[in-house]
């Protein structure tokens, strides 16, 4: 538009020049001569301006050609775009929907349940009374069968005798069939407990997220517990009055607060651990870290010798653990915190082997509030990136994963892995970092982990 608009102004002014210059001619000259002068110099220009037209009004459409296309190009990729993520959208709302009927229906049951349960625990309350009535009577009984001993019994003290028989008989067979009935209905809790952790666990995880936002969900937050400790605090070591074995023993002997203990275990030297006060009783630490404040890259001696901190992040040792868990049948408990603040727990039953078996690790799952994430039943070795303890031949965990660890088959949950905060977003980061990640599950990536072992002779602490 703008080059015709030229063309037009650049011919108006030729034109006009030209009549100028005509009207200067020799007045001599013929009318007819002037007039066939002028029509061919305006034809020419004529001609060039619409010659000088055409070639701009082709590459304007040339332009306005290659513009469409790409205007086109774009809007294709857009909708193609827009078409594939509402269909992923409309699966992920089919998919959440599902398992929120499912979620809410299983709740339903479990509801059903608690109060079955309740009923069953009266039930059992007025059996306990009347088995303290019978036993009573019992006691009348033997009382009247010790005389009966000296005496003859009379016909009635005989019938009594064996009515009281018949119905002692009868209420323990009661008994027992109600107590098959509570083992049943406690089975049948702890099955839809566990489905809707799973459940609750795959809801609050719908859509692979950011790492960052991936949590524990809240609900279960484990309340119990003292914080873990920090590297500022510098609490001084107590000393025990004799060799106690582990934290457990100092705990029987009157420690009533965590903090850093000399313990001495059976056939081993005395050294310092952390005591963690926990669940009515003391744990000893072999493991925390709380802000990557501590490098956990570190070569085979340094595991077995043990490294860092005990009033902050530190590494007890292989040898030093060994010592302790070989004084007897020991539980396992890993204690994890997310970027949520949300805390989850596992127990393992577990046996650690000597030096001689690269510290073998068998474990084997007793309790938690999280999928296990760790072989079981199957002997681990640890190793670290100076030295293979039984992995794969062709593969280096710890040089590829970063850290030691009891691996398998370089899963990458490891918790002695780089600390990798939440804007760490790179793959090798992803395969190095502390995660704990269920075999069929999502990453949980980690802020904390504390891993405590105790003594299983004593009752259960869960």
């Not at 040089?399 to 939440?422: A, R």
């Amino acid at each position: 538009m703008k080059i015709i608009l030229v063309f037009l102004f650049i011919s108006s002014l030729a034109l006009s020049g030209r009549a100028e210059k005509d009207s200067t001619f020799d007045s001599a000259a013929s009318p007819e001569t002037k007039s066939r002068f002028a029509m061919l110099d305006d034809v020419r220009i004529l001609a060039n301006g619409l010659l000088q037209l055409g070639h701009g009004l082709k590459d304007f459409v040339h332009k306005t050609k290659g513009q469409m296309n790409d205007i086109f190009q774009k809007l294709y990729i857009f909708d193609r775009s827009f078409y594939e993520l509402s269909l992923q959208t409309s699966e992920i709302k089919e998919e959440e929907e599902q398992l929120r009927q499912t979620t809410a229906r299983l709740q339903i049951n479990n509801e059903e349940i608690k109060n079955l349960s309740q009923e069953m625990n009266l039930k059992i309350e007025d059996l306990i009374q009347n088995k303290n009535q019978l036993q009573e009577k019992v006691w009348g009984l033997e009382d009247k069968v010790t005389k009966l001993a000296v005496i003859q019994p009379s016909v009635q003290e005989t019938k009594e005798i064996s009515s009281l028989k018949a119905f002692v008989e009868q209420q323990d067979n009661h008994i027992k069939q109600l107590l098959r009935i509570v083992e049943d209905q406690h089975v049948q809790l702890h099955r839809q407990h566990n489905q809707i952790l799973e459940l609750e666990d795959k809801l609050n995880h719908i859509e692979l997220q950011d790492l960052a936002e991936i949590s524990f969900p809240g609900e279960h937050s484990e309340p119990e517990g003292t914080p873990f400790p920090l590297p500022s605090a510098t609490p001084a070591a107590h000393t025990s009055d004799g060799a106690a074995p582990d934290c457990t023993a100092l705990s029987n002997s009157g420690l009533r607060s965590s903090g850093v203990y000399t313990i001495k275990p059976k056939g081993s030297e005395a050294f310092d651990v952390y005591c963690e006060m926990k669940l009515g009783t003391s744990w000893t630490v072999i493991q925390n870290r709380v802000d990557g404040s501590l490098d956990f890259n570190q070569t085979w001696d340094a595991y077995i010798n043990g490294f860092g901190d005990l009033n902050g992040e530190f590494w007890l040792g292989l040898n030093k653990t060994y010592s302790i868990t070989r004084q007897g049948e020991y539980l396992l408990r890993l204690e994890l915190q997310d970027w949520r603040e949300n805390r989850r727990y596992i127990q393992y039953a577990f046996r650690l082997g000597g030096p001689a078996s690269a510290y073998g690790l068998r474990l084997a799952r007793v309790s938690g509030s999280i999928p296990s994430a760790l072989p079981e039943h199957t002997q681990l070795h640890f190793s670290t990136a100076d030295r293979a303890g039984g992995g794969p031949a062709d593969f280096n965990c710890p040089e590829n994963y970063l850290g030691g660890w009891w691996h398998s088959e370089c899963e990458e949950t490891n918790l002695n892995g780089k600390y990798v905060e939440p804007r760490s977003r790179g793959r090798l980061d992803r395969r190095k970092g502390l995660y704990w990640k269920p075999k069929k599950g999502r990453y949980y990536l980690l802020k904390s982990t504390k891993i405590m072992i105790h003594p299983t002779n004593l009752k259960s602490f869960d």
